[in-house]
């Protein structure tokens, strides 16, 4: 299942969950609850290697020799437009990204919209054209869609879900499985803009911050890596349940430990402000213009040179390493010495962010 | 767009559509303000040729010589559970019927979740299962999800967004723009079904009608067609909007009449008269199972009966030819011998009814 998971079959929980009845915000949290979700009713309902792999996107071959790779994404963010985006450029982007994590080359887009009875046609024109600008900076075509509607308070405006269809290139096997003991971490940029902007047009935050959300197309990006190195072993966007979330995944699939050094975890100001505030743990604060690049050793500067040559890796790090175990483990190095274990997103953060 | 629209830049609205400054059930209907909607709005915003083309399904080329199907459709019908079928047979069985209307086999399917908070997780297992057993039906493969959830009150139970892929056959293209003068126009079985069946479910019939929904994945009917003969030229199914719909986009895609005759279009008793109780007509009534099939008239009996021999098939009947012109228009040549034109659905029949 796009967006989220990360060798699911294999996910162990540390505590068990509750039999749960009926669905609660968390499922939907990029999480446990979503990871636990997908592991008991989808995959078991569902199961093909595909969907096992638990990447972003999924590897298919339509025809011999023909390796594309496909991916879906719902988007239900709340408000409609938040600095730096909305839901248009949202579901494009997010799409892209998911498909792009495979290192594969984004190409085609579907979008099925669902109209709440009400929605001004202004609001739809404007999400359009924001979609059609963030295909246009991505280099894709939206070819087919599907328009829906529904009674007045049966949706929230409009949701979008959107698939994207890629080609994969030859060269080494891109996956959350691939990482090894000795790759190097690397993000692509300060972690958790697109969490405290979307909180911030809720007017959640209490006072005005001047963060924009990071939504970005990051297929661009993808082709320079991949071009830098031969060594990139695993790509992944750390959205719902952020960086803390998708380290875990990798840990998970591969098998090994992600040591990070925290003082190297890039975070703006305005953004630890609001997450101090707020309780929150910039970690698992959602991102969707940001990447994670785990790379062998001899190709992280390349792969890092490469990304701050790029607007959307300008602010590119290297944050940790990878290491033999203990496996499925995210380990953070803290400014005092100490190590503590980081963990995936335990209940629901923030809500309908994406 | 998939699902609905025929040679949408060319579509000529008899009245001109007043301007709409908010989104109404009928936008949703597969009918006129739907068209306007995609002509006005989507189709300037992404504009491309696979698009245009206002086939079910596009068709891309992601690799030279690799031609496939492209489509999606979102689900929101209600209730979630109908006789003959549920949301998730219709999310997997409508996707699945857009590919195949393009000739293609279809492979794959994305599926993307809209959860309303407070669902019974027994009621997403029941509709997860007949997803399952939909796709095992079709042959398709269920490769990526996503799953969003949306607070009480901001959807209806759920909404499913499916995508498919699919892999172009070789042989003479089919679509709506291929209808030619002499040809024959068929259909795959009785209409009407699936609209009252939903209608029945929700208790607005008045009575209790013994009509099953026709929900069903259609691809191998497709697959048996397209061996009968190379004369097919048009394949879609009549959803939302119903076969008068269906055939004006057809009619309008290709620029030629279709000329139907009124006695030979299959309707069952009971449809016919809970439409007749209910001041419907069945032409406008939405199917999920059944599908047009335009040959050239040397092909038309082997199709027939290829679509006899086939479970989904057994009740097609010829009703009715291409001629020359006048252009864009269906006529229906009526029991007592007189014609009317038939146009497209123009306000909203049954909102929510896939």
Redesign the interface.
Known sequence: ????PGGLEQLSCPLPLPH?????????SGGRL?HD??AR??LP??D?E??RAGDD??V?E??PG?R?A???????VTPLFFPGGDIGRLAVCGTVNDVAMKGATP??L?????????????T??RV??S??AA?AEAGV???????????R????GL?I?T?G???LRDGPAIGGAMARDGDEVLVSGPLGDHGIAVLSARGQLGFTADIESDVAPLNRLVARVLQASDQVRVLRDPTRGGLATTLNEIARQSGVAVLVDEAAVPVRPAVAAACEMLGFDPLYVANEGKMVVVVGAEGAAAVLEAMRGCRYGEGARRIGSVQGGPAGRVLMRTAFGSTRVIDVLAGELL??I?
């Open positions: 299942m796009t967006d989220t749960v009845e009926r669905i609660v915000l968390g499922h939907g979503m979700l997908i009713r989808f309902a569902f093909n595909a969907l996107a999924a298919v339509p025809a023909v594309l496909l991916s879906t994404d719902a988007h239900v190409l085609f579907t979008a099925g919209f669902v109209l709440e009875e009400g929605l001004p046609t202004e739809l024109d359009v054209a979609m059609a295909a075509a939206v070819v087919a869609g599907d328009t829906k509607v529904v009674e308070g049966k949706a929230d949701y879900t698939a269809l890629g080609l809500p309908r994406c």
